[in-house]
C-alpha cells in the first residue's frame, strides 16, 4: 500500500461563518501516530509535528508516536481515552486490488512490526483490533491524514474509484474506529487537517460543520450518504472533481465541537 503525496494547493472558496473567541477547554489526550512510510517517513513526522503544535496551543496533552517504534501495543495501550486520535501512515482500505476482504489486516493502521528496525518493517492491524483493543474518549475523533482508501481514494498512480467503490471505503475504514468508541472519522488525504483541530476548540459547530469549515473545501462534488457498516452514522464527502475522492467524514455528524470539549 502507498502514502499519500502531500497536494500543497488550496482552492479558493467561499468563507463560513467567522469561528467564535476560543474556547477554555480542560486539557484533552491527543495521541499521533506516525507509521512506517520508507523515504516518506520523515515528511509525515514533520506534519505530525504541526498537528501536536496546534493541539499543544491549546493546552493538550500530545503524546507523539512516531516510527521506526510505532508499534501496536505502544499504540494501543497511549490510545486508551483519546479525545483525538491522529494518524499518519500507509492505509490498507477495502475495495482494494488486494483481496479478499479479512478484517484483521485492513481498515486500520499500518505500523511498524517490530520497534527500532527502520521505516519499512509495515504490519497491518485491521479493524477488528481497533475494536477489540481501543476504546476511545466519549464523543472522540479521529483523524486520518494522507492515507490511501481511508477518504475513498485509490492508491497513487493507479486508477480513480467508482462513486460506489469511493463509498465503500470511507464506510468500511471507519467502521472499526466508531465501535472503538469515536464519534466522527475526518479522512484527509491530501490536505492539511489541522482545521479540524482549531474548530474543535474554538468552535461549537457539529463534525459536519467543521468538515465544511476546511479551507480545501470545494463543495461542488459533494454528496452524502448513510452507512451500511455503523447504525446511524452518516458520510459526507467532497470531491474536488469527479472521481477524486480525498476528503470524507463519517460517523455521529450532529456531534459538536462544544460536546467534545464537554466530554
Not at 25 to 52: H, M
Not at 162 to 172: E, F, G, L, P, Q
Request: proline content about 5%.
Amino acid at each position: 500500500m502507498i502514502a499519500m503525496v502531500l497536494f500543497a494547493a488550496s482552492v479558493a472558496v467561499g468563507t463560513l461563518a467567522t469561528d467564535p473567541t476560543p474556547v477554555v477547554a480542560g486539557s484533552k489526550k491527543v495521541v499521533i501516530v506516525v507509521g512506517p512510510t520508507g523515504s516518506q517517513t520523515s515528511e509525515y513526522i514533520t506534519s505530525a509535528k504541526r498537528y501536536a503544535a496546534v493541539a499543544r496551543g491549546y493546552g493538550a496533552n500530545v503524546i507523539e508516536i512516531y516510527s521506526p517504534n510505532a508499534t501496536w501495543s505502544k499504540v494501543k495501550s497511549n490510545a486508551q481515552g483519546a479525545n483525538i486520535l491522529i494518524y499518519l501512515g500507509h492505509g490498507n482500505g477495502w475495495p482494494s486490488p488486494y483481496g479478499p476482504f479479512q478484517k484483521y489486516t485492513k481498515d486500520g493502521l499500518g505500523l511498524n512490526a517490530t520497534a527500532g528496525n527502520g521505516n519499512s518493517n509495515t504490519k497491518y492491524w485491521g479493524e477488528y483490533y481497533i475494536d477489540r483493543d481501543i476504546q476511545m474518549a466519549p464523543n472522540a475523533v479521529v483523524i486520518l491524514a494522507r492515507l490511501c482508501y481511508a477518504s475513498g481514494n485509490s492508491e497513487w498512480g493507479s486508477a480513480n474509484p467508482t462513486r460506489s467503490t469511493a463509498i465503500k471505503r470511507v464506510d468500511n475504514y471507519g467502521a472499526g474506529f466508531l465501535r472503538a468508541g469515536a464519534k466522527a472519522v475526518f479522512a484527509e488525504g491530501i490536505t492539511d487537517a489541522s482545521y479540524i483541530i482549531k474548530n474543535l476548540y474554538t468552535s461549537n459547530r457539529t463534525m459536519k460543520e467543521i468538515f465544511w469549515a476546511s479551507p480545501n473545501r470545494t463543495m461542488s462534488y459533494r454528496f452524502h450518504f448513510t452507512s451500511s457498516r455503523t447504525s446511524g452514522a452518516i458520510a459526507s464527502m467532497d470531491p474536488y472533481k469527479p472521481s477524486r475522492y480525498y476528503r470524507s467524514v463519517i460517523g455521529k455528524l450532529s456531534v459538536t465541537a462544544n460536546t467534545w470539549r464537554s466530554s
